[in-house]
T-cell receptor, first 115, second 111 residues
Framework: GAGVSQSPSNKVTEKGKDVELRCDPISGHTALYWYRQSLGQGLEFLIYFQGNSAPDKSGLPSDRFSAERTGGSVSTLTIQRTQQEDSAVYLC?????????????FGPGTRLTVT | DQQVKQNSPSLSVQEGRISILNCDYTNSMFDYFLWYKKYPAEGPTFLISISSIKDKNEDGRFTVFLNKSAKHLSLHIVPSQPGDSAVYFCAASEAGNQFYFGTGTSLTVIP
Protein backbone atom coordinates (compact mmCIF):
# COMPACT_ATOMS: atom_id res chain seq x y z
CA GLY A 1 0.00 0.00 0.00
CA ALA A 2 0.98 3.65 -0.35
CA GLY A 3 3.19 5.05 2.35
CA VAL A 4 3.83 8.64 3.33
CA SER A 5 4.98 10.71 0.41
CA GLN A 6 6.71 14.08 0.39
CA SER A 7 7.44 16.55 -2.35
CA PRO A 8 9.71 17.84 -3.59
CA SER A 9 12.47 15.41 -2.68
CA ASN A 10 15.06 18.15 -3.06
CA LYS A 11 14.69 21.91 -3.00
CA VAL A 12 17.39 24.51 -3.49
CA THR A 13 16.35 28.07 -2.84
CA GLU A 14 17.93 31.43 -2.39
CA LYS A 15 18.07 33.08 0.98
CA GLY A 16 15.02 35.24 1.54
CA LYS A 17 12.67 33.24 -0.68
CA ASP A 18 9.62 31.36 0.59
CA VAL A 19 9.29 27.60 0.21
CA GLU A 20 6.43 25.13 0.55
CA LEU A 21 6.95 21.50 1.41
CA ARG A 22 4.18 18.99 0.95
CA CYS A 23 3.28 15.82 2.82
CA ASP A 24 0.72 13.20 1.83
CA PRO A 25 0.10 10.96 4.84
CA ILE A 26 -1.15 7.42 4.80
CA SER A 27 -4.88 7.41 4.14
CA GLY A 28 -6.89 7.24 7.35
CA HIS A 29 -4.06 8.29 9.63
CA THR A 30 -5.35 10.94 12.00
CA ALA A 31 -2.03 12.19 13.29
CA LEU A 32 0.60 14.01 11.25
CA TYR A 33 4.00 15.23 12.41
CA TRP A 34 6.69 17.42 10.90
CA TYR A 35 10.32 17.08 11.94
CA ARG A 36 13.58 18.37 10.62
CA GLN A 37 17.04 16.90 10.76
CA SER A 38 19.98 19.20 10.39
CA LEU A 39 23.39 17.82 9.46
CA GLY A 40 24.75 15.67 12.28
CA GLN A 41 21.70 16.25 14.46
CA GLY A 42 18.75 14.18 15.59
CA LEU A 43 15.16 14.70 14.58
CA GLU A 44 13.76 17.99 15.81
CA PHE A 45 10.00 18.14 16.36
CA LEU A 46 8.30 21.01 14.57
CA ILE A 47 4.51 20.59 14.63
CA TYR A 48 1.87 17.94 15.27
CA PHE A 49 -1.70 17.65 13.94
CA GLN A 50 -4.22 15.29 15.54
CA GLY A 51 -7.64 15.02 13.97
CA ASN A 52 -9.61 18.24 14.26
CA SER A 53 -7.75 19.46 17.33
CA ALA A 54 -5.67 22.61 17.28
CA PRO A 55 -2.13 21.72 16.16
CA ASP A 56 0.74 21.57 18.61
CA LYS A 57 3.07 24.22 17.19
CA SER A 58 5.46 24.26 20.11
CA GLY A 59 8.41 23.05 18.04
CA LEU A 60 8.31 25.68 15.32
CA PRO A 61 11.61 27.57 15.59
CA SER A 62 10.32 30.98 14.50
CA ASP A 63 7.27 32.74 13.12
CA ARG A 64 8.70 32.26 9.64
CA PHE A 65 7.54 28.66 9.91
CA SER A 66 3.90 27.67 9.55
CA ALA A 67 1.99 24.56 8.60
CA GLU A 68 -1.51 23.63 7.72
CA ARG A 69 -3.38 20.43 7.15
CA THR A 70 -6.31 20.54 4.79
CA GLY A 71 -9.25 18.20 5.17
CA GLY A 72 -7.41 16.14 7.72
CA SER A 73 -5.10 14.80 5.05
CA VAL A 74 -2.42 16.65 3.06
CA SER A 75 -0.16 19.00 4.96
CA THR A 76 1.99 21.87 3.79
CA LEU A 77 4.93 23.29 5.72
CA THR A 78 5.77 26.84 4.68
CA ILE A 79 9.01 28.60 5.46
CA GLN A 80 9.02 32.31 4.72
CA ARG A 81 12.13 34.38 4.08
CA THR A 82 14.37 31.33 4.23
CA GLN A 83 17.71 31.55 5.99
CA GLN A 84 20.79 29.39 5.56
CA GLU A 85 20.21 27.78 8.96
CA ASP A 86 16.90 26.43 7.61
CA SER A 87 18.89 24.01 5.44
CA ALA A 88 17.97 20.52 6.64
CA VAL A 89 16.00 17.43 5.74
CA TYR A 90 12.35 17.97 6.56
CA LEU A 91 10.53 14.77 7.47
CA CYS A 92 6.84 14.14 7.72
CA UNK A 93 5.28 11.22 9.58
CA UNK A 94 1.75 9.99 10.08
CA UNK A 95 0.21 7.73 12.65
CA UNK A 96 -3.07 5.91 13.07
CA UNK A 97 -2.92 6.22 16.86
CA UNK A 98 -5.05 3.11 17.36
CA UNK A 99 -5.35 1.89 20.91
CA UNK A 100 -1.94 2.16 22.50
CA UNK A 101 -0.01 2.10 19.23
CA UNK A 102 1.64 5.37 18.32
CA UNK A 103 3.87 4.00 15.61
CA UNK A 104 4.80 6.72 13.14
CA UNK A 105 5.40 6.09 9.48
CA PHE A 106 7.88 8.47 7.90
CA GLY A 107 8.13 9.82 4.42
CA PRO A 108 11.48 9.97 2.60
CA GLY A 109 11.96 13.64 3.47
CA THR A 110 12.59 16.84 1.57
CA ARG A 111 16.18 18.03 1.51
CA LEU A 112 16.13 21.82 1.65
CA THR A 113 19.25 23.78 0.77
CA VAL A 114 19.24 27.54 1.23
CA THR A 115 22.03 29.26 -0.65
CA ASP B 1 17.51 20.92 26.36
CA GLN B 2 17.76 17.39 24.98
CA GLN B 3 15.14 15.22 26.68
CA VAL B 4 16.27 12.06 24.93
CA LYS B 5 19.95 11.28 24.63
CA GLN B 6 21.94 8.72 22.75
CA ASN B 7 25.44 9.20 24.02
CA SER B 8 27.17 6.87 21.60
CA PRO B 9 27.26 8.38 18.12
CA SER B 10 28.63 5.18 16.63
CA LEU B 11 29.03 1.48 17.33
CA SER B 12 30.84 -1.29 15.46
CA VAL B 13 30.00 -4.94 16.02
CA GLN B 14 31.14 -8.17 14.43
CA GLU B 15 28.53 -10.10 12.45
CA GLY B 16 26.79 -12.67 14.63
CA ARG B 17 27.52 -10.86 17.87
CA ILE B 18 25.10 -8.79 19.94
CA SER B 19 24.59 -5.08 19.28
CA ILE B 20 23.44 -3.00 22.24
CA LEU B 21 22.25 0.53 21.61
CA ASN B 22 21.48 2.75 24.56
CA CYS B 23 19.17 5.65 25.16
CA ASP B 24 18.54 7.84 28.22
CA TYR B 25 15.68 10.22 28.88
CA THR B 26 15.00 12.90 31.45
CA ASN B 27 11.22 13.23 31.58
CA SER B 28 9.62 10.75 33.98
CA MET B 29 6.24 11.38 32.33
CA PHE B 30 7.33 9.65 29.12
CA ASP B 31 5.32 6.46 28.80
CA TYR B 32 5.89 5.29 25.27
CA PHE B 33 9.18 4.60 23.57
CA LEU B 34 10.12 3.61 20.05
CA TRP B 35 13.19 2.66 18.09
CA TYR B 36 13.64 3.60 14.46
CA LYS B 37 16.20 2.55 11.89
CA LYS B 38 17.32 4.94 9.18
CA TYR B 39 19.25 4.29 6.01
CA PRO B 40 20.86 7.16 4.10
CA ALA B 41 18.46 9.18 1.94
CA GLU B 42 15.43 7.42 3.41
CA GLY B 43 13.00 8.30 6.17
CA PRO B 44 13.23 6.43 9.47
CA THR B 45 11.42 3.11 9.62
CA PHE B 46 9.77 1.80 12.76
CA LEU B 47 11.53 -1.06 14.44
CA ILE B 48 10.05 -1.80 17.85
CA SER B 49 8.22 -0.05 20.65
CA ILE B 50 7.58 -0.43 24.35
CA SER B 51 5.12 1.15 26.73
CA SER B 52 5.96 1.98 30.31
CA ILE B 53 3.81 -0.84 31.65
CA LYS B 54 6.39 -3.29 30.34
CA ASP B 55 10.10 -3.68 30.90
CA LYS B 56 10.83 -5.82 27.86
CA ASN B 57 9.47 -6.28 24.37
CA GLU B 58 10.84 -8.76 21.89
CA ASP B 59 10.38 -9.06 18.14
CA GLY B 60 12.58 -11.60 16.43
CA ARG B 61 16.20 -10.55 16.69
CA PHE B 62 15.25 -7.24 18.31
CA THR B 63 14.55 -6.75 22.01
CA VAL B 64 13.95 -3.47 23.77
CA PHE B 65 14.50 -3.17 27.52
CA LEU B 66 13.09 -0.37 29.62
CA ASN B 67 14.41 0.59 33.06
CA LYS B 68 12.03 3.27 34.30
CA SER B 69 13.86 3.96 37.55
CA ALA B 70 17.04 4.68 35.62
CA LYS B 71 15.18 6.39 32.76
CA HIS B 72 17.07 4.19 30.38
CA LEU B 73 16.19 1.99 27.47
CA SER B 74 18.27 -0.21 25.28
CA LEU B 75 17.89 -2.05 22.01
CA HIS B 76 19.52 -5.45 21.65
CA ILE B 77 20.06 -6.97 18.23
CA VAL B 78 21.17 -10.56 18.21
CA PRO B 79 22.63 -11.97 16.09
CA SER B 80 23.73 -8.81 14.30
CA GLN B 81 23.76 -8.90 10.51
CA PRO B 82 25.47 -6.63 7.97
CA GLY B 83 22.04 -5.43 6.81
CA ASP B 84 21.47 -4.01 10.28
CA SER B 85 24.07 -1.33 9.56
CA ALA B 86 22.14 1.93 9.79
CA VAL B 87 21.49 4.85 12.13
CA TYR B 88 19.22 3.96 15.03
CA PHE B 89 17.08 6.58 16.76
CA CYS B 90 15.20 6.19 19.98
CA ALA B 91 12.14 8.33 20.64
CA ALA B 92 9.97 8.99 23.68
CA SER B 93 6.54 10.44 24.20
CA GLU B 94 3.97 11.21 26.83
CA ALA B 95 0.67 9.71 25.77
CA GLY B 96 1.69 9.59 22.13
CA ASN B 97 1.66 13.30 21.53
CA GLN B 98 4.90 15.15 20.82
CA PHE B 99 7.77 12.73 20.26
CA TYR B 100 11.33 13.53 21.30
CA PHE B 101 14.09 11.87 19.36
CA GLY B 102 17.68 11.18 20.27
CA THR B 103 20.53 12.17 17.99
CA GLY B 104 21.02 8.63 16.74
CA THR B 105 23.67 5.92 16.91
CA SER B 106 25.32 4.76 13.71
CA LEU B 107 25.69 0.98 13.83
CA THR B 108 28.18 -0.80 11.61
CA VAL B 109 28.05 -4.58 11.51
CA ILE B 110 31.31 -5.95 10.20
CA PRO B 111 31.04 -9.13 8.08
Amino acid sequence: GAGVSQSPSNKVTEKGKDVELRCDPISGHTALYWYRQSLGQGLEFLIYFQGNSAPDKSGLPSDRFSAERTGGSVSTLTIQRTQQEDSAVYLCASSARTGVSYEQYFGPGTRLTVT
Amino acid sequence: DQQVKQNSPSLSVQEGRISILNCDYTNSMFDYFLWYKKYPAEGPTFLISISSIKDKNEDGRFTVFLNKSAKHLSLHIVPSQPGDSAVYFCAASEAGNQFYFGTGTSLTVIP
